[in-house]
């Protein structure tokens, strides 16, 4: 258990709406992503975190925007909604000295 | 960004038998880290296996062994004596040694048969 929660876990919102996903984590690693996964395409990097207030894009990352003030909590804003955002999305942390990437259980998002 | 590829979208296997599962990856570096991780119908993402490259040896963990061919930047899983409870998705993943990016393969169903 890499003490990851991640809020909420299911929701339904329409398009256009802004959505704030919150991953959380209380380990303090270092590193944090985002990921989407949708059937055929597996995971994708959305954004990611090295450190409070540094993050970086991925290759998926339009439409989307992250935040991170504390060590401990990693904000993922859809600004505005849309269909193709629909999505399972997982935030991840790292743990740097095992060179290993830990889940936790995934939002699932609807957009309508 | 580097590409990991997993050619094999489903594949099956009878309860008690072996399967193997395929993945390879495209890199100009030396040094770097795969997985192999399970995904059940829960959706967890469950590490099953991990190698770095600047060891020769192949990964074992319990059922679960993995053949690294570091030329031909192919790496598969096999499980042996396939269980119901191995029934899931299974992807590939690969981490370079000098960044923090993890990139996954599209991923592979596995059915087992009773």
């Known amino acids: 258990d890499a003490g990851i929660t991640q809020s909420p876990r299911h929701k339904v919102t329409e398009t256009g709406t802004p959505v704030t996903l919150r991953c959380h984590q209380t380990?303090?690693?270092?590193?944090m992503y985002w990921y989407r996964q949708d059937p055929g395409h597996g995971l994708r990097l959305i954004h990611y975190s090295y450190g409070v207030k540094d993050t970086d894009k991925g290759e998926v990352s339009d439409g989307y925007s992250v935040s991170r003030s504390k060590t401990e909590d990693f904000l993922l804003t859809l600004e505005s909604a849309t269909s193709s955002q629909t999505s399972v999305y997982f935030c991840a942390i790292s743990e740097g000295h095992l060179n290993t990437i830990y889940f936790g259980e995934g939002s699932w998002l609807t957009v309508v | 960004a580097q590409t990991v590829t997993q050619s094999q979208p489903e594949m099956s296997v009878q309860e008690a038998e072996t399967v193997t599962l395929s993945c390879t990856y495209d890199?100009?570096?030396?040094?770097?880290?795969l997985f192999w991780y399970k995904q059940p119908p829960s959706r967890q993402m469950i590490l099953v296996i991990r190698q770095e490259a600047y060891k020769q040896q192949n990964a074992t963990e319990n059922r679960f062994s993995v053949n690294f061919q570091k030329a031909a930047k192919s790496f598969s899983l096999k499980i042996s004596d396939s269980q119901l409870g191995d029934a899931a998705m299974y992807f590939c993943a690969y981490r370079s040694n000098t960044g923090n990016q993890f990139y996954f393969g599209t991923g592979t169903s596995l059915t087992v048969i009773p």
């Open positions: 890199t100009s570096e030396s040094d770097y880290y």
């Open positions: 380990e303090n690693h270092r590193y």
